[in-house]
């Protein structure tokens, strides 16, 4: 199975995008989803994830009340609408798969991963 992020691009400060991550078969069952984002020579920090079976979200302090994270049960695309965008958001954004359940904010947990999807916020 693979994941396949899109969406990303240059936005000004203040607009918004919205990120997608399809998996190559719609038959692929996971735990959860996350979205996770990197910086260059930094460690990948968690941004959001959705439990599949409830659809109960997380949300990293940093963008809580401004990112989104949604699903679709029919296509198992998940989805990071991010409004309110600032500059300190620029990053390499990846889409995760998580099987089996475990902690949602480490990485580690995460079996699945996407190519990652740049976003640069302009100021």
């Known amino acids: 199975v693979q994941l396949q992020a899109s969406g990303g691009g240059l936005v000004q400060a203040g607009g918004s995008l919205r990120l997608s991550c399809a998996a190559s078969?719609?038959?692929?069952?996971?735990?959860?989803r996350g979205w996770f984002r990197q910086a260059p020579g930094k460690e990948r920090e968690f941004v959001a994830s959705?439990?599949?079976?409830?659809?109960?979200?997380d949300y990293s302090d940093s963008v809580k009340g401004r990112f989104t994270i949604s699903k679709d049960d029919v296509t198992k695309t998940v989805y990071l609408q991010m409004n309110s965008l600032k500059p300190e958001d620029t990053f390499v954004y990846y889409c995760?798969?998580?099987?089996?359940?475990?902690?949602?904010?480490?990485?580690?947990?995460?079996?699945?991963w996407g190519q990652g999807t740049l976003v640069t916020v302009s100021s």
């Open positions: 995760a798969a998580q099987i089996t359940g475990g902690s949602t904010f480490d990485p580690k947990n995460y079996a699945y």
């Open positions: 078969q719609r038959g692929f069952i996971t735990y959860r």
């Open positions: 959705i439990r599949w079976e409830d659809g109960i979200t």
